[in-house]
């Protein structure tokens, strides 16, 4: 098939160094039939295959070599690229049902009535996508000020945690100080050459960070 276009992609290779590539584009549309036996149960389907593959000559990883099928009409360089970033959001997607899975444990609870799943289901996925919206915030914008991810309630009990280790939060610190903290909550050591606290320790954080939220209000009410 001939190229259709070159797309260029920035990513982060195993040791995390931001690389960039550029993948040459082909597409083609397809009909797939059933085997004859099973014509009368199966219908036809079309479908497009794209691929996208690393043009320079690299040293010291394998080239992107993407070979995606898809449903969707893809007439154009702009549909074959839309359908690639689709693609490359998959680990997100894997790591957002993770946390619904691991963390919030959406599949144990033995609800009965159809609109308590949903209710359930809903306030689930506000808590996953926040858990994982802090370890993405954490290595994409460490600089940003607290506020950003915090309430001031948040921060407070936080900064009071922090008098005990050996590096409390100040009035300086900045987000990803504020996200270690909450790590730490969840069992990170926060180690000289550890790396970024992951989803699973930011999910325990949070839930520790609200009990401790809870008893604050609490002895608060209570004068």
């Not at 160094?17 to 549309?29: G, W």
């Not at 001031?152 to 504020?178: C, F, G, I, M, N």
């Amino acid at each position: 098939m001939r190229s259709r276009g070159i797309h260029k992609i920035e990513f982060r290779d195993k040791d995390g160094r931001v690389c960039q590539a550029r993948l040459a584009l082909t597409f083609r549309r397809l009909r797939l039939l059933p085997s004859r036996a099973k014509r009368s149960r199966y219908p036809e389907l079309t479908v497009t295959i794209i691929h996208a593959r690393e043009k320079d000559k690299l040293k010291g990883r394998d080239p992107i070599d993407w070979k995606l099928v898809t449903d969707m009409p893809v007439r154009t360089r702009t549909e074959a690229i839309e359908k690639l970033r689709w693609y490359a959001l998959r680990w997100k997607i894997e790591m957002f049902h993770y946390i619904l899975k691991s963390g919030c444990r959406i599949e144990q609870p033995k609800l009965r009535k159809a609109q308590r799943r949903i209710n359930l289901i809903a306030l689930c996925c506000i808590v996953s996508w926040r858990t994982f919206w802090l370890t993405m915030i954490h290595r994409s914008a460490p600089r940003a000020p607290p506020e950003v991810a915090f309430t001031v309630d948040e921060r407070l009990v936080l900064t009071k945690l922090s008098q005990q280790w050996r590096k409390p939060l100040s009035q300086q610190s900045r987000l990803a100080e504020y996200l270690i903290c909450l790590a730490r909550l969840g069992g990170y050591l926060a180690r000289a050459h550890d790396p970024p606290p992951g989803n699973l320790v930011i999910w325990r954080g949070m839930r520790r960070l609200s009990d401790l939220l809870l008893g604050a209000q609490i002895a608060k009410n209570c004068g």
